[in-house]
């Protein structure tokens, strides 16, 4: 079991960054991979990020790639998500989740573990 809290979300003006991080409970948050997905009103969820269990591997979508950066410290059972060049179009609900397998899941299906979710709103 992996219980998952968000935090870092807030209103900044377009152009500006955010750091998002996740703090995971369990010791054995290193034997899960992690992402990050968002939610606007009206849409489905996406993905933006994926990290592998040692944070050697990471995946982005071209909506967010260059912009975004996750990362992970297992010492602190922590996931972050440093998103720059911010703009209204990434406003939304953030939320980070935990899965487990052979491989790094992309989809919201593969994940077993979500947090609450942080509210990001970028102003133009």
């Known amino acids: 079991q992996v219980q998952l809290v968000e935090s870092g979300g807030g209103l900044v003006q377009a152009g500006g960054s955010l750091r998002l991080s996740c703090a995971a409970s369990?010791?054995?948050?290193?034997?899960?991979?992690a992402g990050w997905f968002r939610q606007a009103p009206g849409k489905e969820r996406e993905a933006v990020a994926h990290?592998?269990?040692?944070?050697?591997?990471?995946y982005y979508p071209d909506s967010v790639k260059g912009r975004f950066t996750i990362s992970r410290d297992n010492a602190k059972n922590t996931v972050y998500l440093q998103m720059n060049s911010l703009n209204p179009e990434d406003t939304a609900v953030y939320y980070c989740?935990?899965?487990?397998?052979?491989?790094?899941?992309?989809?919201?299906?593969?994940?077993?573990?979500w947090g609450q979710g942080t509210q990001v709103t970028v102003s133009s």
């Open positions: 989740a935990a899965g487990s397998g052979l491989y790094i899941g992309s989809r919201a299906d593969d994940y077993l573990y």
């Open positions: 369990g010791r054995t948050f290193s034997t899960y991979y």
């Open positions: 990290i592998s269990w040692t944070g050697g591997k990471t």
